[in-house]
């Protein structure tokens, strides 16, 4: 079936850093991607949806700038956590679109900054 | 916009319990509805959903949930639940008309005590 791949699963880095996490649909095509944030012990909460060739379109309250997406092929969107404190330690995580018209999510990156 | 709401947090049931979870949304157009698993330590995945058609609609693992557009419902149900079903189980909506954009709900863990 169709899957949906994440690099790395996990990132610690230094506060002021930046750090980028990979999606890939690793057997499909998918135009549009979209990128979550699941705090522990609480529901996904969605950030941002990476449109292949085009900007990205961010929810509200999301600030486009620390997290920068970018959905350059078919198969690949990367969001960059530029500049990150320890507030942005967080899973995130990516999912895709499917031929079935269901998403299929990724497993996740854990990010931990110091 | 939409919204998702589920109304239990938090359930305890011994084995061959029958399960009943909450999910009511608000949007007022065409929706698609889904319900998705996350077990410790597991990425998200896909139950069942709903698009078109019946609106009883069976997934995965014994799992069966009811669309009532008069109640804006989509409730999830397994009629005897198994230890194995220990997870947190998220409700989710996006709008049926193109927008992909998939809002999730709080989350319910489930607890099955053996």
């Known amino acids: 079936g169709a899957v949906v791949s994440q690099h790395p699963s996990r990132v610690i880095c230094k506060s002021g850093t930046s750090v980028k996490i990979e999606c890939r649909s690793l057997d499909f095509q998918a135009t549009t991607m979209f990128w979550y944030r699941q705090f522990p012990k609480q529901s996904l909460m969605l950030m941002a949806t990476s449109n292949e060739g085009s900007k990205a379109t961010y929810e509200q309250g999301v600030e486009k700038d620390k997290f920068l997406i970018n959905h350059a092929s078919l198969t690949l969107s990367t969001l960059t956590v530029t500049s990150a404190h320890p507030e942005d330690s967080s899973f995130y995580i990516c999912s895709a679109r499917n031929l079935a018209g269901g998403y299929d999510f990724g497993p996740g990156t854990r990010l931990t900054v110091l | 916009a939409q919204s998702v709401s589920q109304h239990n947090h938090h359930v305890i049931l011994s084995e061959a319990a029958s399960l009943e979870l909450g999910c009511n949304y608000s949007?007022?157009?065409?929706?698609?509805l889904f319900w998705y698993v996350q077990y410790p330590g597991q990425h998200l995945q896909l139950l069942l959903k709903?698009?078109?058609?019946?609106?009883l609609v069976k997934g995965i693992k014994g799992f069966e949930a009811e669309f009532i557009k008069s109640k804006f419902s989509f409730n999830l149900r397994k009629p005897s639940v198994q230890w194995s079903d220990t997870a947190e189980y998220f409700c989710a909506v996006n709008a049926g008309t193109g927008g992909f954009k998939t809002i999730f709900g709080a989350g319910t863990r489930l607890f099955v005590k053996a």
């Open positions: 709903y698009f078109s058609g019946d609106p």
């Open positions: 949007y007022g157009g065409t929706v698609n």
